[in-house]
């Protein structure tokens, strides 16, 4: 499914006081270790993840994968763009850096996703209905933060 045509969930945004270079290893070391946990494992093949597992080149370019997501975009200091899909839903993030001026970038996160049937509607009332979306994404971006210090 092209990302574009994923139904937009919401986009989350936190100014950091680095430059884009520093934030995108902060970006990349993150989503690494924050996807790769065992726990994380498990839970991507419960429900059926197309990528289960960490393979592919490090640092993050396209092709790589971690638990529940594949790289299909990678601009260094300017862009990530994450897809996957489960039995659940078909889901992308995509991440942006922007210069805001020296020692200071703003990244974005922008959430999109479709969820299927009457099981995709009840994992999506589960998920972002919850607010748990919501939650995990302000704590991904607040390790995202201190780790590009």
């Keep these: 499914?092209?990302?574009?045509?994923?139904?937009?969930?919401d986009e989350h945004a936190t100014v950091i006081p680095s430059e884009t270079d520093d934030v995108w290893r902060g970006l990349s070391?993150?989503?690494d270790r924050s996807f790769s946990r065992p726990g994380v494992a498990v839970y991507t093949r419960?429900?059926?993840?197309?990528d289960c597992a960490a393979s592919g080149p490090r640092p993050l370019a396209e092709g790589s994968t971690f638990p529940g997501w594949?790289?299909?975009s990678?601009?260094?200091?300017?862009?990530?763009?994450?897809?996957?899909r489960h039995r659940f839903s078909s889901y992308a993030l995509v991440f942006r850096?922007?210069?805001l001026g020296p020692?200071?970038?703003r990244l974005r996160a922008e959430s999109r996703a479709a969820f299927p049937g009457l099981a995709g509607g009840l994992y999506r009332r589960l998920v972002v209905g919850?607010?748990?979306h919501v939650v995990g994404m302000r704590r991904l971006l607040s390790t995202i933060r201190r780790r590009s210090v």
Aim: aromatic share 2%.
């Design 70 to 72: 594949r790289v299909v």
């Design 130 to 132: 919850t607010g748990g």
């Design 46 to 50: 419960l429900v059926g993840c197309a």
């Design 1 to 9: 499914m092209q990302i574009a045509s994923l139904p937009y969930l």
């Design 103 to 105: 020692g200071r970038s």
């Design 97 to 99: 850096i922007e210069h």
């Design 29 to 31: 070391e993150t989503l």
């Design 74 to 84: 990678a601009v260094p200091g300017r862009e990530l763009v994450l897809q996957g």
